[in-house]
């Protein structure tokens, strides 16, 4: 027989929560695919790791994924008007190196105004520098971890399927895909 207060028993909740407080926590980023009217991808160039990146980052502590994207481009790129078109992609990367396993969303940022791209500038000393590059160029720039994303991300956008990726790849095939 359990312990457990039952549903509207005193207590219940003070019993629920410890049982949250064991659970496993996930670190969660947020990232968005952005282009200018050219159809050139926008990367970041972060200060705090190698390479390039999708403009994005890590949520915080119960932060919504869609929130943080948000977020992390006003604070960083001073984009605060972008409006997320679709959900491209969901990747769980497995525990690799210090770090625990990790849920990354790649959203469809859409394609900017020559005005916003105009009044955009890095917003903090997270970033370096910022760019539009040709889509292939781009992908040779991101480490290999990001590049399985972001070109599984960019399929999802031409195809109009979203995926759920395993490291980079898809869990099973992608429907409507043109292969």
Known sequence: MSDAPKPGDPGRDAYLAEGNAKQARKRVAADALIRNQQGLLLLVHPTYKDGWDLPGGMSEENEEPLTTVHRELTEELGLADINM??????????PHG?????????FDGGVLSHGQIEQMAPGDDELSEYGFFKVQEALHLLPARQRARADQALQAL??????????????????????
């Not at 078109?85 to 497995?94: H, M, R």
């Not at 625990?100 to 969303?105: N, Y």
Request: with cysteine.
């Open 85 to 94: 078109q679709a959900l491209l992609c969901v990747d769980w990367v497995e």
């Open 98 to 106: 210090p770090w625990d396993d990790l849920l990354a969303f790649v």
């Open 158 to 179: 031409d195809d109009g399927s979203t995926r759920y990726l395993r490291n980079g790849v898809p869990a099973w095939p992608a429907t409507g895909s043109r292969d």
